[in-house]
C-alpha cells in the first residue's frame, strides 16, 4: 500500500496526526487519511465539499495562530488530493 505524508482529504500532516492515521472498520490503520478525516472505514464528513474543507482548515490554521495568507496557501492545494480527484 502506498504510503502518504499528508491526509489525501484535508492535507494535514500525518506525522502531526495524534492516532497516527485513520482506521478501518477492523481496526487496521488507513495511512491514506488522517484520523480527522476518516474513521472506522468511513469518511467522519461524508458530505462535504472541497470548498467547506478548505474552510475548516483554514479556520483551524487560523485558531493555531498561522498567518492567514499561510492558511491560504497551504489550504490552495487540498483539492489537488486524492480523495477530491477520483474519477480524473
Ligand atoms: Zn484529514
Known amino acids: 500500500m502506498a504510503t502518504f505524508k499528508n491526509c489525501q482529504s484535508c492535507g494535514m500532516p500525518l506525522a502531526k496526526d495524534e492516532l497516527g492515521g485513520g482506521t478501518e ?46 492558511a491560504g496557501m497551504f489550504t490552495g492545494n487540498i483539492n489537488k488530493l486524492e480523495r477530491w480527484n477520483r474519477g480524473k
Open 25 to 70: 472498520m477492523d481496526g487496521t490503520k488507513r495511512t491514506k487519511y488522517c484520523s480527522h478525516c476518516y474513521m472506522n472505514g468511513e469518511f467522519t464528513m461524508p458530505n462535504i465539499t472541497v470548498e467547506e474543507m478548505k474552510e475548516r482548515v483554514k479556520q483551524k490554521i487560523v485558531e493555531f495562530g498561522m498567518p492567514k495568507f499561510i
